[in-house]
């Protein structure tokens, strides 16, 4: 009798052990499951931020180069509203952030909420860049192109500079010099906004992405591209 329950006994101690086996088993295949999920997780978030990263720099680089070749030349030229040359800015808005990554990186990684509203600003910045410049080119082409050219003026020297005042109409001239400082202010914060979000991301991907290797200047090809239809390859 005593035999027999020695071999329940050793039968139970079995089949427990067996169960503990098993639960480990799965404990740990569900663990390394979960685990590859998070890292996948996290692999198209940091895509994510990369492609964030590729947007903010492609806008840098229009805004900064509208900056440099339109505006700079005549930054301190008095007569600068009339020298501005009205150009389109429809290339601006080609490129813009994925808001749908901006909403999880808000709801999923706390430390990149200052870099998430840093790149909203920047993207709104583009839409008002845009607007800015769109509307100091369509007035010049309604209101001041067609005088000009009724006038035979083709040149902006300063010495045409007063004669082309006076074509425009004093209320005019008024209007394109507040459309042009108005060009220039909103280059110059978007420039600024976006040197600041991409300082940011340097140190936010460091911190929340420890061991991925970000890049922070454009991909060659972009380089290369005409400032339309390059949205659809980042």
Known sequence: MDGIWIRMAELAVGILGTVVAAFMGAKFAFGLERRRDQELQRDRDADGLQSAIFVLCRQLTLAARMQAEVLDPFREDRNRDICVPPVSGRHLVDVRVDFEWISHMLR??????????????????????HDAVETRRKFHDLRIRPRLEEAGV?????????????????????????????????????????????????????????????????????????DTGIAARL
């Open 108 to 129: 999923d990684h706390e430390e990149s909420a200052a870099l998430a509203f840093l790149i909203v600003m920047v993207d709104d910045g583009i839409e008002s860049l």
């Open 154 to 226: 083709t040149d902006f020297t300063e010495e045409r500079a007063q004669q082309v005042r006076f074509l425009c109409g004093a209320a005019d001239s008024e209007m394109l010099q507040g459309y042009t400082d108005q060009l220039y202010a909103i280059c110059d914060r978007v420039v600024a906004q976006a040197e600041r979000a991409l300082a940011e991301a340097q140190r936010v991907s460091a911190q929340a992405f420890p061991g991925y290797a970000f890049k922070f200047v454009l991909p060659e090809w972009a380089h290369h591209q005409p």
